[in-house]
C-alpha cells in the first residue's frame, strides 16, 4: 500500500535544455508521480541570468515553460529580481536542482550554488559536471554532515542510469575498470565519418542537428569525455581526481582515410573514456582506439552512449542508452528525486 504522499519543493538555477526538459517531464506527468510513488513535486523557484521567479505553493510547469519560450516570465506571479544566490538563500524549498551551464575549469558558480544549499540544509540535485568532476569529496563530505542528498546522477550518460549501475546496483563487487562512450557529439562524427564524410563535414552535419556546438572544442578534443572520467573516478572508484589528471587525446586527427582503413581490419574507431585500478592508484584517459567489431562498445552508434563497467564478481556489465537531451537528462534529474523519495518514505 502507498504511503502517504510527500511533497517536494524544489528550486531551480538555470532553465536552459536539462530545466526545461525537467519541467516538460513535470508538466506531463506530475499527477502520476503522485498516484504512482506519493511524490508531489513542485517548482517553487526558478532563476537564470535573465529571470526568476518565485510561488511558494508552486509554479505550473506547463505555464513556466511557455513563458520562458516568449520571453515573458517577468509576467508571471511571483516575479522577482532574485539572483541564484539570494533565491538559495531565500526560497522555502527542500531541494535545489542545479542545472546552470558548465565550468570544467572552476566548476563555479555552480560549486557555490550547491555549498549554499546544503549549508541551508537543502538536498540537491545537479545535473552540472563542473562541481562532481572538481569537489566531489568536500561535497559528499558536506551532505553527509549536514544529513543531506547530493544526486548527480545527471551527469554522465544525461539520463541511463550508469552511476546509479555502478554504486549501487553492483555494490558488493570491486570495480576494476570502466570503459565508455560518454560524448555523443564525437560518437556521432565517427559514425558518420564510416559511411564516408570527411571530418569537417561530418561535424558541420553535428552542428546542423544540434549535435555539436558552433565551438565544438568541449567535445572534439575530448575535455567533456574527461570530465566525465573524472567523475567515473570519484564516484565509482573513489579516486579524488581532476579533469587534468586524465590524460586527453580527441578526435580531430582522425581521418576518413584512418576509418576505412579500420573498417577493412574488422574494427572501428571510438572515442574511449577508460578509467583503471594501477595497484593502488586510480588513472583515467581519453583517447580514440580502434575496437573490433565484435567488442560491445563497437556497435554503438550515433549520439548513443555506453558504458562497460568490469567486476570482480559479474565480470564486465554494459549499459547502452540516451547521453544527451533535455527529457532525457530531466529523467536523471527525477530519478535522483524518486530515490530520494524512497529513502525518506
Not at 508531489?40 to 541570468?49: E, G, K, L, N, S
Not at 521567479?53 to 532574485?82: F, H, I, K, Q, S
Request: with cysteine.
Amino acid at each position: 500500500m502507498r504511503s502517504a504522499i510527500s511533497t517536494y519543493r524544489l528550486a531551480l538555477v538555470g532553465f536552459g535544455s536539462v530545466g526545461r526538459g525537467f519541467a516538460e517531464i513535470l508538466s506531463l506527468h506530475h499527477q502520476r508521480f503522485v498516484d504512482r510513488y506519493g511524490a508531489d513535486v513542485r517548482i517553487v523557484a526558478a532563476c537564470t541570468r535573465r529571470w526568476c521567479v518565485y510561488e511558494p505553493n508552486g509554479v505550473d510547469a506547463a505555464t513556466l515553460l511557455r513563458a520562458a519560450a516568449t520571453n515573458t516570465v517577468g509576467e508571471l506571479p511571483g516575479a522577482c529580481a532574485w539572483s541564484a544566490d539570494q533565491m538559495i538563500a531565500s526560497a522555502d524549498a527542500d531541494v535545489l536542482v542545479e542545472a546552470s551551464p558548465t565550468d570544467m575549469t572552476t566548476g563555479e558558480p555552480a560549486t557555490t550554488h550547491i555549498r549554499e544549499a546544503i549549508a541551508r540544509g537543502m538536498h540537491v540535485i545537479t545535473a552540472n559536471k563542473g562541481p562532481i568532476a572538481l569537489h566531489f569529496a568536500e561535497l559528499r563530505r558536506l551532505a553527509e554532515e549536514r544529513g543531506v542528498m547530493l544526486g548527480f546522477e545527471a551527469t554522465v550518460m544525461s539520463g541511463t542510469p550508469a552511476l546509479r549501475l555502478g554504486w549501487s546496483n553492483l555494490a558488493g563487487c570491486e570495480i576494476q575498470e570502466v570503459r565508455g562512450i560518454v560524448n555523443g557529439t564525437t560518437n556521432f562524427i565517427l559514425t558518420r565519418m564510416e559511411r564516408g564524410m570527411d571530418y569537417a563535414s561530418a561535424l558541420a552535419e553535428a552542428q546542423r542537428l544540434g549535435y555539436a556546438e558552433a565551438d565544438p572544442t568541449g567535445d572534439v578534443e575530448g575535455h567533456d569525455a574527461a570530465g566525465k572520467a573524472a567523475i567515473l573516478a570519484n564516484v565509482l572508484m573513489d579516486a579524488r581526481l581532476t579533469p587534468a589528471d586524465v590524460e586527453r587525446e580527441g578526435i580531430t586527427g582522425i581521418t576518413r582515410d584512418m576509418v576505412a582503413a579500420a573498417a577493412a581490419a574488422g574494427e572501428r574507431w571510438k572515442l574511449i573514456a577508460r578509467v583503471w585500478r594501477d595497484g593502488p592508484t586510480v588513472r583515467a584517459a581519453v583517447h580514440p582506439m580502434r575496437l573490433m567489431v565484435e567488442h560491445p562498445l563497437a556497435g554503438v552508434d550515433g549520439a548513443t552512449n555506453a558504458l562497460m563497467i568490469s567486476t570482480d564478481l559479474l565480470g564486465n556489465v554494459t549499459i547502452i542508452g540516451p547521453g544527451a537531451g533535455g527529457v532525457a537528462t530531466g529523467f536523471a534529474i527525477l530519478s535522483d528525486l524518486l530515490a530520494l523519495h524512497r529513502v525518506r518514505g
